[in-house]
């Protein structure tokens, strides 16, 4: 394969350096937002919080809420969404699965 046209598939595939620590402020301002202006708990799972694994261009920000009211869920969801150009999962508590429950009390990080 040609190196040039290697080159330019990867720097269209792959994140550049610095995007974990886009997509970690990102999630800390979803955060903020979701707590400050509905009283959730943010915990944030996945890949993004976990520095030993990498972060690339199929990676996404997610956040399990606790709290956020059930009939406030979709107007939270679009305004967080506004507020990063990561896909965003943004994933209800009280609606996770056992398993979710269990990754958010072993590795989640409070946000």
């Known amino acids: 394969m040609d190196r040039g046209l290697l080159l330019a598939h990867l720097r269209k595939t792959h994140f550049a350096p610095g995007d974990r620590e886009r997509a970690l402020r990102d999630a800390r301002a979803i955060a903020a937002y979701l707590h400050d202006e509905y009283g959730a708990r943010v915990f944030g799972v996945g890949l993004l919080f976990e520095p030993d694994r990498r972060f690339g261009d199929r990676s996404d ?51």
């Open 61 to 111: 920000i997610d956040l399990v809420v606790e709290g956020l009211p059930a009939a406030r869920y979709f107007e939270a969801s679009a305004k967080a969404a506004a507020m990063t150009n990561f896909d965003l999962d943004l994933i209800p508590l009280e609606d996770a699965t056992d398993y979710m429950r269990e990754v958010v009390d072993t590795r989640g990080v409070p946000l």
